[in-house]
């Protein structure tokens, strides 16, 4: 299961430029969160302190019963060992080929010999779309694909904590979908706590539980994903609408008379740019792939919301209501066409034909280049060599549906 990691009272400067200031918070065991802000409001800083490279002035991250403020340098190294992480460019070694940037975990950490490293790596490869590249050295690809090499390195020892900084940059609105699904798939699989740092409002709105937003110097907000989507707060607002009028401006502050003569242009009908969607309206949250067990987290998730839940504003609540009211209409849905299909007893190979949606079926394309996702960017189960996966997963509710469509499986 994965590990519960408890921020209390965090600080970090540099020099005299503080950074964030008293940041209180716990992403719950297994849960997916995201961390969202302003760019330059140190949220690349946050991952780093939470896996120890940066230390804070202040304030305690406890990773299973450690705190790794203040350990050891070796118990530092074992701690570690339980996280995978995505950094903003990838982070990868340049001299060395894509195949030894993400091998090296497991070179550095186990003791497994190579032909099984050489398994698992081809397994990630394959699995973040790059089988063929293998040879090739980071600066001979592109910066979407180095990006997902990342992602392969980072879950290649099976992380139990699991930190991406904005895993969708460079990446195109359909690898970024892909990579969405793979980070819910995974969570799945291994119940893995998962942190994502994006800007990209959609993949706010669809994958984590729990959101979290941090603007000058402080996290505003953290809780589940429901009560940011309907705050009222004039910072949340406009950065999930991406509009230039409201309190965050080109640089950190915004004066007094700048905000005045936004105030002017709004009365005058001119607009900030920013979209009219409604937030407030929750979107079902993406569900794992055909095949994969349900997520552990959700049940977890839910009792913990119901137990906060009086403390939350009224809007955020009704959201919390509606969405839980959501799933269980999802759930049975699903539960009844399970039934169906037990009933009817509608094998593999029919359904595939019939044209509703496999993995496999899923991840055909007519684009062979390189970076070209492969069919197994369809998660396979952990430990499943992915090649094997043309052959159909397991199903075991019988359901069949396009991913992120948000149906329950
Ligand atoms: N090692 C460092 N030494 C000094 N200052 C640093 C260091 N790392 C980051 N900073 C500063 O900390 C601040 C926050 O940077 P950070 O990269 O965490 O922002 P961010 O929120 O991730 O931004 P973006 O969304 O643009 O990626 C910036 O002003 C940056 O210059």
Redesign the pocket.
């Known amino acids: 299961m994965g590990v519960e990691v408890s921020v209390e009272g965090l600080t970090k400067s540099?020099?005299s430029?503080n950074?964030w200031r008293d940041v209180t918070l716990t992403l719950p065991s297994g849960e997916v969160s995201a961390l969202l802000?302003?760019?330059?409001?140190?949220?690349?800083?946050?991952l780093k302190t939470l896996i120890g490279l940066?230390h804070p002035e202040q304030g305690s991250v406890v990773i299973d019963g450690t705190d790794i403020t203040q350990c050891s340098a070796k118990e530092l190294y074992e701690i570690r060992k339980l996280f995978g992480v995505l950094f903003?460019d990838g982070a990868l070694f340049g001299s060395m080929s894509l195949f030894d940037n993400v091998a090296f975990p497991l070179r550095e950490h186990t003791k497994k010999k190579e032909n099984e490293v050489r398994d698992i790596v081809m397994e990630k490869i394959d699995l973040v779309g790059l089988t063929g590249a293998e040879d090739k050295l980071p600066g001979e690809i592109s910066g979407g694909m180095r990006k997902r090499a990342g992602l392969a390195r980072a879950l290649v020892l099976d992380p139990q904590i699991i930190l991406c900084?904005?895993p969708d940059s460079g990446l195109d609105p359909v690898r970024t979908a892909y990579i969405s699904q793979l980070l819910i798939d995974i969570n799945a699989q291994i119940d893995a706590t998962i942190l994502i740092?994006t800007?990209n409002i959609n993949i706010a709105r669809t994958i984590p539980d729990n959101i979290g937003m941090?603007f000058r110097k402080e996290l505003v907000m953290f809780g589940p994903r429901e009560q940011l989507l309907t705050s009222e707060q004039p910072v949340v607002k406009q950065f999930l609408s991406g509009d230039r009028f409201g309190p965050i401006g080109m640089s950190e502050e915004k004066d007094e008379g700048v905000q005045k003569a936004e105030e002017a242009m709004q009365a005058a009908g001119i607009g900030g740019g920013g979209t009219k969607d409604d937030f407030s309206e929750i979107i079902p949250q993406v569900q794992p792939n055909p095949g994969m067990p349900e997520r552990k987290a959700v049940a977890r998730h839910r009792q913990r919301v119901h137990e906060m839940l009086h403390t939350m504003p009224p809007n955020a609540q009704e959201a919390i209501r509606r969405s839980m009211e959501e799933e269980d209409r999802m759930r049975s849905e699903a539960d009844a066409h399970a039934a169906d299909q037990d009933t009817e007893n509608v094998p593999v190979g029919a359904a595939h034909a019939a044209g509703e949606w496999t993995p496999a079926h899923a991840a055909g394309s007519d684009y062979a280049g390189s970076d070209a996702p492969t069919q197994s960017w369809a998660t396979p189960p952990v430990g499943q060599n992915a090649n094997d996966n043309t052959v159909t997963q397991p199903i075991e509710t019988g359901q069949f549906r396009q991913p992120n469509d948000g149906r329950s499986s």
Do not use: A, R
């Not at 802000?37 to 946050?46: A, E, I, L, Q």
């Open positions: 540099f020099g430029q950074i802000g302003p760019s330059g409001t140190g949220k690349s800083v946050f940066l903003q900084d904005e740092v800007h941090l």
